[in-house]
């Protein structure tokens, strides 16, 4: 392990650029058995705290100067410094960070995530942390709630008419139509797609859903065509070349190859994301649509955009409790439905409101709602002809009564004569 007099002599500031989260795991063995320790339930939840850690180990170079990860544990296991002054001045250092591609300040999230990966950090190394005290003394900045802009169907058509590519017009039909996660899609096999069923079911591995629950959902026609045209493609037969000589060759689909890569070997999908989110970001400038939130290196419209989409129709066509369900949130022990029936909801109520391309289903859908105006408007002219006719009606009976009861003052007048 390097010495600290070595680290000030090179630059602490320019050394502390120069860290990476594989240095961390390599040369603080009290880093590596935490972040191990985590990768054991969820390998992204382990990226995540590992930024985190690089963060805080950054801060501790470039402001303390004499401290690595292990001599920070011992000083603080000793209590010779406060954790809480020292939380906080972490805090005052990520306020005032920078983003180190876009030169922009860190999200107000990933201020978050960080300080809950240093205090997890602590805590696996027996520092305790008072909820009570660290919310008294360590005061983080207040995330004000925004909410998402959103994303309509004319946008989806617009995005889909822009995409050229055949791997992700189909990857982008199945998340507009799914509503999956971008990982969940990624990680999707053949075998994962049942065409048996209509409308197509696809399983979504545990291993690869947010919340470790394995579900089934359905995708539009419409996406199932386009990923059946991609898999042709992807299977399709070709010629290889082996030391200038040409043959042809036919690779066949195995039961585990992942869908939506173009090479042979099966990448672990969460490495597959970052590819899909620069090729997404293209068509997003082709579009128009790559406008970033203000101040920050998020985009208005991001892959996540279309499972809002899906929520939202599935919310408004079925019920809130139906698109918990699908998207795979947290839903209703009480909520109950056969595999067929909420199949039909998706088939009958809502998968026509999930076909962005299909012209056909958007001519009969047109169709369907231009005679519904009609019968509207024939209904609405038969209730005028009936008020008419019973506004007529009133005015016929109010005429009868008036003339009886002229006639009866005319009685009245006659028999006080007639006394």
């Known amino acids: 392990m390097e010495t600290v007099r070595e680290i000030n002599e090179s630059g602490v500031e320019n050394k502390a650029k120069s860290l990476s989260i594989y240095y961390l795991m390599e040369k603080e063995p009290v880093t590596r058995e935490f972040l191990e320790s985590i990768a054991r339930?969820?390998?992204?939840?382990?990226?995540t705290y590992a930024s985190g850690l690089l963060a805080f180990y950054k801060f501790l170079h470039i402001h303390k100067k004499e401290y690595f990860m292990a001599d920070i544990i011992?000083?603080?296991q000793k209590n010779e410094v406060d954790v809480y002054r020292l939380l906080n001045e972490f805090v005052s250092y990520l306020i005032q960070a920078k983003h180190p591609h876009s030169g922009l300040p860190l999200a107000l999230q990933s201020m978050y995530s960080y300080m809950t990966a240093v205090r997890s950090f602590f805590e696996f190394n027996d520092i305790d942390i008072a909820f009570t005290k660290f919310k008294r003394k360590v005061k983080m900045p207040k995330i004000y709630r925004e909410d998402e802009e959103a994303l309509d169907?004319?946008?989806i058509r617009k995005i889909m008419l822009s995409c050229n590519n055949r791997r992700m017009k189909a990857y982008l039909l199945v998340l507009a139509s799914s509503g999956l996660r971008a990982v969940e899609a990624c990680a999707l096999r053949v075998c994962d797609i049942d065409y048996t069923s209509s409308p197509t079911k696809i399983h979504v591995r545990k291993e690869?859903?947010?919340t470790k629950v394995a579900r089934d959902v359905y995708i539009s026609d419409e996406a199932t065509s386009f990923l059946k045209q991609w898999l042709e493609w992807k299977y399709r037969e070709r010629k290889?070349?082996?030391r200038y000589k040409q043959?042809?060759?036919n690779y066949q689909p195995q039961e585990t190859d992942v869908i939506f890569t173009s090479r042979r070997r099966n990448p672990d999908p969460r490495n597959m994301y970052a590819k899909v989110l620069e090729e997404f970001e293209k068509i997003l400038r082709a579009t128009g649509f790559d406008r970033r939130k203000e101040g920050l290196l998020r985009?208005?419209?991001?892959?996540h955009s279309f499972r809002r989409y899906v929520k939202t129709v599935l919310s408004d066509q079925v019920s809130q409790d139906y698109s918990e369900w699908f998207l795979g949130h947290k839903k209703s022990p009480y909520?109950?439905?056969n595999e067929q029936r909420r199949r039909e909801f998706y088939k009958d109520k809502c998968m026509k409101y999930l076909t962005f391309l299909d012209y056909g289903a958007l001519e009969s859908r047109g169709a369907s709602t231009e005679a519904k105006l009609e019968e509207s408007r024939q209904e609405t002219e038969m209730l005028k002809k009936q008020l008419h006719t019973m506004q007529s009606t009133s005015q016929d009976v109010e005429s009868v009564v008036g003339d009886l009861l002229k006639r009866v003052k005319e009685l009245e007048a006659r028999l006080k004569t007639v006394d």
């Open 41 to 47: 339930n969820s390998k992204s939840t382990q990226r």
């Open 74 to 76: 011992k000083t603080l």
């Open 153 to 155: 169907a004319a946008e």
């Open 208 to 210: 690869y859903c947010k």
């Open 240 to 242: 290889a070349s082996y």
């Open 247 to 249: 043959r042809i060759v």
């Open 299 to 303: 985009r208005v419209i991001t892959l």
């Open 335 to 337: 909520y109950t439905h």
